[in-house]
Nanobody
Framework: VQLVESGGGLVQPGGSLRLSCTAS????????MSWYRQAPGFERELVARISSTGSRTDYVDSMKGRFTISRDNAKNTVYLQMNSLKPEDTAVYYC?????????WGQGTQVTVSS
């Protein structure tokens, strides 16, 4: 199993980024997927998750309306569209396999929101 995130970077407050996570080594369409993040000095926290078909999504309250999780099972990829970014969104963002109790993680991609 391999999960590879991309799309992180430096963005100004109010800006947008789209993260991607490309999966390999398993049948992607059979698994829910999740995005987590971890800021320095804080525990890793759930950001959003999506069911195997994409028909169900779930967001942490602070991200609702700003972040959108989606997936393309033909491309074995899950996305996280992040809009209206705030400095407090600065963190390493991780892709993980499974809707709950993730069993595999990507290496993470850094998102820095700063002027």
């Amino acid at each position: 199993v391999q999960l590879v995130e991309s799309g992180g970077g430096l963005v100004q407050p109010g800006g947008s980024l789209r993260l991607s996570c490309t999966a390999s080594g398993f049948t992607f369409s059979m698994y829910g997927m999740s995005w987590y993040r971890q800021a320095p000095g804080f525990e890793r926290e759930l950001v959003a998750r999506i069911s195997s078909t994409g028909s169900r999504t779930d967001y942490v309250d602070s991200m609702k309306g700003r972040f959108t999780i989606s997936r393309d099972n033909a491309k074995n990829t899950v996305y996280l569209q992040m809009n209206s970014l705030k400095p407090e969104d600065t963190a390493v963002y991780y892709c993980s396999r499974r809707w709950a109790n993730p069993d595999y993680w990507g290496q993470g991609t850094q998102v820095t929101v700063s002027s």
